[in-house]
């Protein structure tokens, strides 16, 4: 199953721009991740966020956690060409050290 | 450290044959994860290890799919007989003993079933 749904499915944007991408989940968690997935590779983890906090940077990334709503949202300023991959938002509301994955943000960084 | 090893990178079978995938995570890494993530979506968990023990299967095809961890190290996935529905990308990752959550994934076993 699907806990996570991210929004939009695909976003274009020009280099320098900032893109938000947004992620809903059902279920309470513990924690939600944001991972990138370069075309044909692995998935890298982002950024963590805990279920007490609201918001968290890490270089260009600011990620936000809503528990109310059950969203988050993901913000890269100053995109870069090197960004365009897919992000995906995961959260462990079904147990324990189990993530579950939405079906992703597809980023593309025009130059 | 090294990361997470899985081969083959990309097999291409015709369906009811069977294949396998094998799965080294980083060492010290007590929890394995098999996902599949069909092409345009989000990986799925099939089976979670910790150490040699199954945590999760409920979205593991028994009927075709299998996982074992021997000696809690290495891992291999077998798909026996295949589908064409089983065209995927079969994604191994690991996980720390303290669990800070995050997942440490490999670069994928791409699966082409014809």
């Known amino acids: 199953s699907q806990q996570g749904e991210e929004d939009p499915q695909a976003l274009s944007i020009q280099e320098g721009e900032n893109a938000t991408m947004n992620c809903s989940y059902k279920t309470s968690i513990n924690n939600l991740q944001w991972y990138r997935q370069n075309s044909g590779r692995g998935l890298v983890h982002l950024i963590l966020?805990?279920?007490?906090?609201r918001e968290k940077h890490s270089g260009r990334l600011r990620v936000t956690l809503d528990t109310s709503k059950k969203s988050s949202s993901l913000l890269i300023t100053a995109s870069r060409a090197a960004d365009t991959a897919s992000y995906f938002c995961a959260t462990d509301g079904e147990g324990a050290q189990k993530l579950v994955f939405g079906q992703g943000t597809r980023l593309t960084i025009n130059p | 450290e090294a990361g997470v090893a899985q081969s083959p990178r990309y097999k291409i079978i015709e369906k009811r044959q069977s294949v396998a995938f094998w799965c080294n995570p980083i060492s010290g890494h007590a929890t394995l994860y098999w996902y599949q993530q069909i092409l345009g979506q989000g990986p799925k968990l099939l089976i979670q290890f910790q150490n040699n023990g199954v945590v999760d299967d409920s979205q593991l095809p028994k009927d075709r799919f299998s996982a074992e961890r021997l000696k809690g190290v290495d891992s291999t996935l077998k798909i026996q007989p295949a589908k064409l529905e089983d065209s995927a990308v079969y994604l191994c990752?690991?996980?720390?003993?303290?669990?800070?959550?995050?997942?440490?994934f490999g670069e994928g076993s791409r699966l082409t079933v014809l």
């Open positions: 990752a690991s996980s720390r003993p303290s669990n800070t959550g995050e997942l440490f």
């Open positions: 966020i805990r279920s007490n906090e």
